[in-house]
Antibody, heavy 127, light 108 residues
């Protein structure tokens, strides 16, 4: 059974940094793109960033571009999200998710549904 | 950016009834890149429907998706107690990937 386990969340001051990790198991990690999605308290879902299976292609929401960096270590089956210059607006539960198969005749690496999700890790930005 | 607007915001129904949830896009979305997710309180979202109408692994057949262009629908034919949750639509064909604001399905 596919498992995704996030870690690294916590309380951080405005302007600070945090690195989230997502440990994956029970699938060929390098063969699938991965993504981060966040959910502010009581709010809806917001896509944050995606990365291709090999790690060469990355994509970001405008709200985090230039501040967040997505990466992966396929030898460790682990996805990362480095978050810098954090503000209160970044307070949320952060979920990692696995990208599924292409549902069309052809897809870019990021054009996939999010077929498995972790349980999330809470990031709170506050002084 | 493609905006997705879900309606209604809250839907109150009884077990056994039929539920119809709508999602309207601000511009045309390829049905190949449209999904529905379910989120129960305190849990992560889970994929229900992808490609507008294909059920994900483990999705019961009482759930069905339809639509094209700018209008998409999630139908639950006969509500079970475990179906009361929040539902999100998503388009993943155009960057940035976007979600609707959610429809809360509550027990009447």
């Amino acid at each position: 059974e596919v498992q995704l386990l996030e870690s690294g969340g916590g309380l951080v001051q405005p302007g600070g940094s945090l690195r989230l990790s997502c440990a994956a198991s029970a699938f060929t990690f390098s063969g699938y793109g991965m993504t981060w999605v966040r959910q502010a308290p009581g709010k809806g879902l917001e896509w944050v960033s995606s990365i291709s299976g090999g790690g060469s292609s990355t994509y970001y929401a405008d709200s985090v571009k230039g501040r967040f960096t997505i990466s992966r270590d396929n030898s460790k089956n682990t996805l990362y999200l480095q978050m810098n210059s954090l503000s209160a607006e970044d307070t949320a539960v952060y979920y990692c998710a696995k990208l599924g198969d292409c549902s069309s005749t052809s897809c870019y690496s990021w054009q996939r549904p999010f077929d498995y999700w972790g349980q999330g890790t809470l990031v709170t930005v506050s002084s | 950016e493609i905006m997705l607007t879900q309606s209604p915001g809250t839907l109150s129904l009884s077990p056994g009834e039929r539920a119809t949830l709508s999602c309207r896009a601000s511009q045309s979305v390829s049905s190949s890149y449209f999904a529905w997710y379910q989120q129960k309180p305190g849990q992560a979202p889970s994929l229900l429907i992808y490609g507008a109408s294909s059920r994900a692994t483990g999705t019961p057949d009482r759930f069905s998706g339809s639509g094209s262009g700018t209008d998409f629908t999630l139908t639950i034919s006969r509500l079970e107690p475990e179906d009361f949750a929040v539902y999100y639509c998503q388009q993943y064909g155009s960057s940035p990937i976007t979600f609707g604001q959610g429809t809360r399905l509550e027990i009447k």
